[in-house]
């Protein structure tokens, strides 16, 4: 839990108290956890300068566990970000095709194709190079690209969510049981 005497000493985190303070944001309990791993799996989606600080507002602004939202966005890292962004840009082509979206792309050599131009060759022996060059692909495809994370984001952060309550639920469920079974044993033993 947020300790109110530093927040209160901190100049800059005094205005912030009444929000930090909040126990939704500290508390460990089903609904907070899984809206915090919700919260960090659709933010880390963002560009990743952004992604902890909107975790950590969005967190403040619904009051679920602010750690989990924080943590939840590691999943998206310099080794990660290239695979997940092709994923959310397939979903952005496949949602805009189904939704009859024609799309036009420009060729190199300057005519006009109709559909969405294939994603450039990987070469390992320019990482750098081909890195730039899905970029710019990537760039060159901004409406399905961003449908497509916006997509992904919700895909993630509902999942998240439904796993976190199924697995927590199932948690509770067991150590019960083990408590009910100890305490029968206990009982029997007694007599």
Not at 23 to 29: D, I, K, M, V
Request: hydrophobic fraction near 50%.
């Amino acid at each position: 839990m947020a300790d109110r005497e530093k927040l209160e000493r901190s100049p800059v985190l005094r205005p912030l108290a009444p929000w930090l303070l909040h126990p939704g944001l500290w508390s460990l309990n089903r609904r907070s956890v899984a809206g915090g791993i919700a919260v960090g799996l659709f933010c880390g989606l963002l560009p990743s300068p952004f992604q902890i600080f909107v975790a950590a507002i969005v967190s403040i602004a619904v009051h679920v566990n602010l750690p989990a939202a924080a943590l939840a966005t590691f999943y998206t890292n310099p080794v990660t970000v290239i695979p997940v962004y092709l994923v959310g840009l397939r979903l952005g082509i496949w949602i805009y095709e189904a939704l009859g979206y024609a799309p036009t792309a420009i060729a190199d050599d300057g005519t006009v194709a109709a559909g969405f131009p294939p994603p450039p060759e990987f070469l390992w022996s320019s990482f750098l190079q081909s890195t730039w060059d899905i970029v710019v692909w990537m760039a060159g495809l901004g409406g399905p690209l961003l449908v497509g994370l916006l997509a992904l984001g919700t895909l993630l952060a509902v999942g998240g969510y439904a796993v976190v309550w199924m697995v927590w639920g199932l948690t509770v469920s067991r150590s019960r049981q083990r408590r009910l079974s100890r305490r029968s044993v206990t009982t029997r033993s007694q007599r």
